[in-house]
């Protein structure tokens, strides 16, 4: 298994550029979340979904938008890019359900800058 | 979201020393889960505490869950260079994290 893939790894965009950062897991987990991390904030929570078609808002959503059509992706949308969306995007999931646990499995993230 | 507090941001300590890292919140937590992250890596769980005045240990790693089920520690018994990252604490349905500590560990 793979486990959590997150692409790209690094990226710059100008403000106003869109893009989309991809996640995909291959456990078949239902619950996936989106953070990112800024110095001193530790991770904060920008989407999650509960399951395919089934998505929420976090802390903070504002700028992001999110989809799950399948269980194994679950991409992020940055919908007119700003400087203060660069930092360090992480996707994770988690089994959830009945005697599945809670462990949340991260992937490596992706470095965004926005200039 | 759920507002959990962790403390202290920063530690430094000399190898052998101990190391703890306290999570608070101001409500009753479900559950609380800990998770470690290396200076560019990402961050891989450690533990899940869910009960009342629970006490796990992994190897040197002592984890507590309050009576109250509204703080947790962590407790690194004689650190060593490989302890060397931020904790984060976690908590809720949706997984709030706490702001994390970072442990430099000082040969």
């Known amino acids: ?115 | 979201g759920q507002q959990v507090m962790q403390i202290p941001q920063y530690q430094h300590v000399q190898e052998g020393e101990d190391f703890t890292t306290y999570c608070n919140s101001s409500t009753t937590l479900s559950n609380i889960q800990w998770y470690k992250q290396r200076p560019g890596g990402h961050p891989v769980f450690l533990i899940q505490l869910v009960k009342s005045g629970e006490v796990k240990k992994q190897k040197r790693l002592t984890f507590q869950f309050g009576e109250a089920k509204k703080n947790s520690s962590l407790h690194i018994t004689a650190t060593q260079t490989t302890d060397v990252g931020t904790y984060f604490c976690a908590a809720g349905n949706q997984f709030y994290f706490g702001t994390g500590t970072s442990l430099t560990v000082i040969p």
């Open chain 1, 1 to 115: 298994n793979a486990g959590v893939t997150q692409t790209p790894k690094f990226q710059v965009l100008k403000t106003g550029q869109s893009m989309t950062l991809q996640c995909a897991q291959d456990m078949n987990h239902e619950y996936m979340s989106w953070y990112r991390q800024d110095p001193g904030m530790g991770l904060r929570l920008i989407h999650y979904s509960v399951g395919a078609g089934i998505t929420d808002q976090g802390e903070v959503p504002n700028g992001y938008n999110v989809s799950r059509s399948t269980t194994e992706d679950f991409p992020l949308r940055l919908l007119s890019a700003a400087p203060s969306q660069t930092s360090v995007y992480f996707c994770a999931s988690t089994p959830r359900g009945r005697d599945r646990g809670n462990e949340q499995f991260f992937g490596p993230g992706t470095r965004l800058t926005v200039l």
